[in-house]
Each structure stands twice: as structure tokens, then as C-alpha cells.
């Protein structure tokens, strides 16, 4: 327990054996426990995330990034914990920051605390692919145009969360649309629209090296994905 919250961190995991390990490793002792929500992975990433302390929830097939994190907050939920943390399952952020994650929740200041690497000041990021680093500035942008708040990172999955924001029926968390990446940027538009409090905070995010895969976002498919919500939530197609 930190601050008196119940903190479980979560990472969803599609083949990552060779980083999972390191991931969960440099989570701090504050959190309660660990997660890893496996997405279909064929490799050994669950028992690597287990040598290390991690509860596993098997997907039992490959679902998508989205889905996956829904059931990671659907297990928060239903294990009584006060906050949910997200973060990277192929080592690019940095677990060492969750205390600024939690803190704004813990002051009682925020309800969902979102990672910017894109923050003047401290928010930090490395080399990344060039569509990746093209995405990830552009879509603040249009994202802080429909939601009608600024905001300077909305593609960082690394971010904290009250479960009770969570558990919030309108958010309709359940929508089939939501299994791949349009659940993240479609989870910040909603608490925004809600009324519950955003904070950004920075953090770092660095990807690996291109020899172990940085990243299983597609540049056109991936994309679209995350730009999707903006178009359907805009455009009040979807709730």
C-alpha cells in the first residue's frame, strides 16, 4: 500500500519474453502487485513475468491491446484495488515513475493521471520510428481539439487510474471497437468528457533497440487506431 492506496500495475503482453522480465522487475515495491495480462503470446513471456512475481491473465488468444486492458482493469475492479497503473510491456517506460502517477491520485488531486514525455519539463523520450514520433505529436493536437482540453500527450498508455473512474458505467469500456489501441486516447476523451480530473505528469519513454522490436504498431492500421476515437467520439457516431 502507498499513501493509503491499494496499487496493482498492469502491462498487456504479446510476445516481449526477451524485456517483460526487466519490466517487471523495475517496478517499485510500493505497488501491491503485479499483472501481466497475456495476449495471446506464443513465446515464454508468462513465465518469465512470473519469475518475477507477476500474476498472469491468459487472453487465450490474441484479442488486442485494448482488450487486454480492459480485462486488467476489470480485475482491478473486482479485486478491491484503489488505483491502476498501465504501462509498457516491451520495457520502453520507465516503472521507477509510478510514484508520479499516484501521487496527483494520492493528493487527491486527480483521478486519471496521464504520462507525457512531451512535458517541458522532465518529460524525456528517445529515438523512436519516424511515423511513431510523427503520430505521437500530431495527435495531441487533434485530440486537444475535439476534447476541448489541452493536452500534450494523449498516445502514452503509461498512466494511472482511479478504479472507481473505471468502473463508471458510462464510460462503456465493453464496445468491441475499443479491442485494439483505440481504447487508450478513447479512455482519456471519456474522463475528460465526464468530468473526472486529468493531471499530465512526465515521464520517460525510451524504446529498445530495433534488434529486439520496438514497437508492434503498425504505421497505417496503428495509426488509424488511435485516430479513430477522435473521428467516431467528434463526430458523436460512437458513445
Request: net charge positive.
Amino acid at each position: 500500500m502507498y499513501r493509503g492506496l491499494r496499487i496493482v500495475a498492469m502491462a498487456p503482453v504479446l510476445n516481449e519474453e526477451a524485456k517483460i522480465g526487466e519490466v517487471f522487475r523495475r517496478v517499485p515495491d510500493l505497488v501491491d502487485e503485479k499483472v501481466m495480462i497475456d495476449d495471446g503470446s506464443t513465446d515464454d513471456s508468462a513465465r518469465v513475468a512470473a519469475a518475477q512475481g507477476a500474476t498472469i491473465l491468459d487472453m487465450g488468444a490474441t484479442v488486442g491491446v485494448g482488450a487486454a486492458i480492459r480485462l486488467g482493469y476489470r480485475y482491478a475492479i473486482e479485486r478491491g484495488y484503489d488505483v491502476a497503473v498501465i504501462m509498457a510491456g516491451n520495457n520502453k517506460d520507465s516503472p521507477e515513475q509510478i510514484p508520479r502517477l499516484v501521487d496527483p491520485i494520492a493528493d487527491d488531486q486527480a483521478d486519471l493521471v496521464q504520462g507525457s514525455r512531451y512535458l517541458a519539463t522532465q518529460g524525456k523520450y528517445g529515438p523512436m520510428p519516424g511515423y511513431r514520433k510523427l503520430a505521437t505529436k500530431a495527435h495531441p493536437l487533434l485530440f486537444s481539439m475535439v476534447a476541448g482540453r489541452r493536452v500534450t500527450d494523449s498516445t502514452n498508455g503509461f498512466r494511472a487510474a482511479r478504479t472507481r473512474l473505471l468502473a463508471d458505467e458510462r464510460l462503456h469500456l465493453d464496445q468491441v471497437w475499443l479491442n485494439e489501441y483505440e481504447l487508450e486516447p478513447y479512455l482519456l476523451y471519456k474522463a475528460i468528457k465526464l468530468g473526472y480530473r486529468l493531471v499530465e505528469v512526465p515521464v520517460t519513454k525510451i524504446y529498445p533497440p530495433k534488434s529486439l522490436g520496438q514497437t508492434k504498431m503498425k504505421p497505417i492500421t496503428g495509426w488509424w487506431s488511435i485516430l479513430r476515437p477522435l473521428v467516431l467520439l467528434g463526430l458523436r457516431i460512437k458513445r
